[in-house]
T-cell receptor
Framework: EPEVTQTPSHQVTQMGQEVILRCVPISNHLYFYWYRQILGQKVEFLVSFYNNEISEKSEIFDDQFSVERPDGSNFTLKIRSTKLEDSAMYFC??????????????FGQGTRLTVV | AQSVTQLDSHVSVSEGTPVLLRCNYSSSYSPSLFWYVQHPNKGLQLLLKYTSAATLVKGINGFEAEFKKSETSFHLTKPSAHMSDAAEYFCVVSMNTGFQKLVFGTGTRLLVSP
């Protein structure tokens, strides 16, 4: 069964450092997302991406965050200068339009980011 | 804008008894609704989805949910709980148009005792 894969599974970084979280979405999917879940809290939307551009972003997704799909397969989330409050589980998801209505999003296993 | 309310942060049941996890949604347009499960230290797995076809939806592991437009509800049920059902359950809404994101509820932690 096709799946979304994320690397690394765990990342520890020092405050102020840049991190890149990587995702390989399901190959025929068209819509890509990043979500995060701070420990013990709800899953929060960060950004959606379609046709090589951001289609929507949340208030959390400020200038420190960026996404790109550099080679048509990988989908990356970059945090330029990490803060302690960026510590969370980050989930990548991909989705095809489906019929009828919207298909479900397939989520990766997540990257646990710890900022120290 | 769409939103989801999960009425219970924790639900405790005994193994073999029924499970009911409640979810109410708010959406300006015809929504798609999903239930995802998250086992400890694991990712998010789809249990079932409603996308404007049958209102009673059957999912994996014996779970089902009924879309009730008049009550704006999408409650998750299972006739008989198993120990392996202990996990966090998220009700999720998405609009049927555009590139709409998934909006998560706050989650319900299901505890199953022997």
């Amino acid at each position: 069964e096709p799946e979304v894969t994320q690397t690394p599974s765990h990342q520890v970084t020092q405050m102020g450092q840049e991190v890149i979280l990587r995702c390989v979405p399901i190959s025929n999917h068209l819509y890509f997302y990043w979500y995060r879940q701070i420990l013990g809290q709800k899953v929060e939307f960060l950004v959606s991406f379609y046709n090589n551009e951001i289609s929507e972003k949340s208030e959390i997704f400020d200038d420190q965050f960026s996404v790109e799909r550099p080679d048509g397969s990988n989908f990356t989330l970059k945090i330029r200068s990490t803060k302690l409050e960026d510590s969370a589980m980050y989930f990548c998801a991909s989705r095809d339009r489906g019929s009828p209505g919207w298909a479900e999003a397939f989520f990766g296993q997540g990257t646990r980011l710890t900022v120290v | 804008a769409q939103s989801v309310t999960q009425l219970d942060s924790h639900v405790s049941v005994s193994e073999g008894t029924p499970v009911l996890l409640r979810c109410n949604y708010s959406s300006s347009y015809s929504p798609s609704l999903f239930w995802y499960v998250q086992h400890p230290n694991k990712g998010l797995q789809l249990l079932l989805k409603y996308t404007s076809a049958a209102t009673l939806v059957k999912g994996i592991n014996g779970f089902e949910a009924e879309f009730k437009k008049s009550e704006t509800s999408f409650h998750l049920t299972k006739p008989s709980a198993h120990m392996s059902d202990a996990a966090e359950y998220f009700c999720v809404v998405s609009m049927n148009t555009g590139f709409q994101k998934l909006v998560f509820g706050t989650g319900t932690r299901l505890l199953v005792s022997p």
